[in-house]
C-alpha cells in the first residue's frame, strides 16, 4: 500500500491538541509554523503517531510571511523517521488569513511522497485546526486541493 491508496488520516486527539498549540503559539507573533506527522500504513488508512515541529525559521517579508527548515533539521528528521519505521506522510500549517496553497507552498513542501496531505489552517489556528481548513494531495503533476471536508479525510481519534 502507498499513500496515494489512503482513504482517511488518522489521527489521535493529542497530536491535534499539539499541532494546534504549535500554530498558535506561532501565530501569536505573526508567524507560519511546519508541523509535519508521520506514521504507518494500515489497511486504507495512514495512522499519524508522530507530530513533529523541526528547527525552522519564519520570516514576515513585505511579500508575506514564509518558513523555511534548514537540511541539517530535515536530515535530523529523516534519520528520526528511519529508525522508527515511520513515514512522513502530512505537513500542517497557518496562515494569518485564508486557507489555500500559495505558490511557495507548492513550490517548496516538506512532503514529497505521492499521496501525501498538506493542511492549511486559517487565521493562524485560532478557530481550531479543522475550522475553515483547506487539504490538499500531492499527485503527479502537483498539489490538488481536496473538495471534501478535511474531516471527511482526516479523522480524529
Known sequence: MTLEEVARFRVPADIVSKTEVSLRRAGRDGYELFVLWSGKLQDDSFWVRTAHVPKQTSYQLETGLCVRVEGDAL?????????????????????????????????????TTLGGLSLVVPDFCSGGLFAGSAAYRLAVDGWRKIRQAPTDLIGVC
Open 75 to 111: 536530515h535530523k528528521l529523516n534519520m528520526w523517521l528511519y529508525e522508527a519505521g515511520e513515514m512522513l506522510a502530512a505537513q500542517v500549517h497557518a496562515h494569518p488569513a485564508a486557507a489555500y496553497h500559495s505558490d511557495t507552498d507548492d513550490s517548496f513542501p516538506i512532503v
